[in-house]
């Protein structure tokens, strides 16, 4: 059991580290920027990230409090409402020098109580805090994405992919069961993923791969609004990625939102897989573009198709499901964090799927379960259709 606790902090560290790297990728002036209105300016994050393991940790190891106001002040993101955005000033946040200061001292203190063996509730704890740092670097990443070109580092262009797009057949599941969540065996998973669930699924027709912008780019040519990601430039469509523009890859898959992908099924007459229909798709799938390897969407590799020859699930995109997010039978919020996903079960978020290329690789199991909003545009989200 030391063995796991040890390793929980080990991990904890790596996860330090990986944020560590993304910051280099914003020049210092762009920190007090809101790149994305919904969200908070970058500042927070800076903030967020290391008081976030305070608030968690700190009282667990009987850490006295040294900056109880900026414990606070960084505490809580924003889950975006429709119609309201934040208005607060730049003047309104710390000096940068100030908030490194912050987190220089978070990480000294707690990284001194931690020189002892942490307890199964610390150990827990480390695990909360590793994965939301990794969630973080995700958020952080599609927030990078939306800055100016000039307020970035240069970076690797995005892949080209081709000029031309053949649409991908779909392919046949039998029926048969699916587990969604994980059972109580000492496995780590977020309190949305327990207690594991069996679900008998007719058999369904799937799409081989995800809708690609080659696919969706004939429902913008009837009429459909065109993608985030999307913008028109001397007169031909062209792909922001996160360090340039490239003429849009037609074969690689489209960003889109919830509300997006349900038009684009409804007008395909078709609709989107179940949460159930999808990990029935899935057994078996391998990773493909992620693990934060890559910034933009990649050429699907065949070799992570599904025992069904579903391709791509898990990799160069979320991929939107039509359920809608709420609580397996037996749900247990942790008694440490109670709101992460009860205040969420309120019938305006749907469960994502899969893995983008800016997923951390401890999310790749296949409970865990993301979820978002329908009309959030900034995802690196994307989908395939069911037949009905």
């Known amino acids: 059991m030391i063995i796991q606790q040890v390793e929980a902090l080990q991990r904890w560290r790596q996860a330090r580290q990986g ?7 914003v020049r210092p002036e762009a920190l007090y920027q809101r790149p994305v209105p919904e969200r908070h300016r970058l500042v927070f994050y800076l ?3 290391e008081a976030f393991d305070w608030n968690l940790l700190a009282p667990a190891l009987d850490i006295k409090p040294f900056h109880p106001e900026w414990d606070q002040l960084f505490a809580f993101g924003i889950d975006p409402v429709e119609g309201e955005l934040p208005n607060d000033p730049a003047s309104a946040w710390p000096a940068i020098a100030d908030v490194h200061a912050y987190n220089q001292q978070a990480r000294s203190q707690l990284d001194s109580a931690l020189a002892r063996p942490p307890t199964p509730e610390v150990k827990l704890r ?4 590793l994965e939301h740092r990794w969630m973080h670097v995700e958020t952080l990443s599609y927030l990078f994405h939306n800055l100016a070109y000039c307020h970035k580092q240069p970076g690797p262009q995005p892949h080209p992919g081709a000029a031309t797009n053949t649409p991908a057949p779909q392919v046949p599941v039998p029926a048969g069961t699916a587990t969604l969540g994980q059972h109580r065996n000492g496995s780590f998973g977020w309190d949305n993923e327990f207690d594991a669930l069996s679900v008998s699924i007719p058999a369904f027709t799937i799409d081989k791969r995800k809708v690609t912008n080659g696919d969706y780019l004939k429902f913008v040519e009837d009429g459909a609004a065109p993608p985030h990601f999307w913008s028109m430039r001397d007169n031909a469509w062209q792909y922001r990625g996160m360090f340039g523009e490239v003429s849009l890859p037609l074969d690689l898959p489209v960003y889109v939102t919830h509300a997006e992908a349900a038009a684009y099924a409804q007008w395909r007459g078709a609709r989107l897989p179940t949460e ?3 990990h029935r798709a899935a057994e078996g799938s391998t990773p493909g573009n992620a693990g934060l390897r890559h910034w933009d969407p990649a050429p699907v590799d065949p070799a992570t198709a599904s025992v069904h020859g579903v391709e791509d699930l898990i990799g160069n995109g979320w991929e939107w499901t039509s359920t809608e997010f709420s609580p397996f039978p037996g749900f247990k919020p942790f008694d440490f964090y ?10 305006k978020h749907f469960v994502l799927k899969g893995a983008s290329p800016r997923t951390a690789g401890c999310f790749f199991r296949p409970s865990f379960r993301n979820w978002f909003q329908p009309n959030y545009p900034y995802l ?3 989908f395939r259709c069911v037949s009905r």
Do not use: I, Q, T
């Open 338 to 347: 109670p709101g992460y996903s009860a205040n969420f079960f309120d019938g």
């Open 276 to 278: 159930a229909e999808w």
């Open 126 to 129: 480390l695990e909360v805090a």
């Open 47 to 49: 903030g967020h990230l």
């Open 380 to 382: 690196y989200a994307g």
């Open 19 to 25: 944020s560590d790297l993304l910051w280099p990728v």
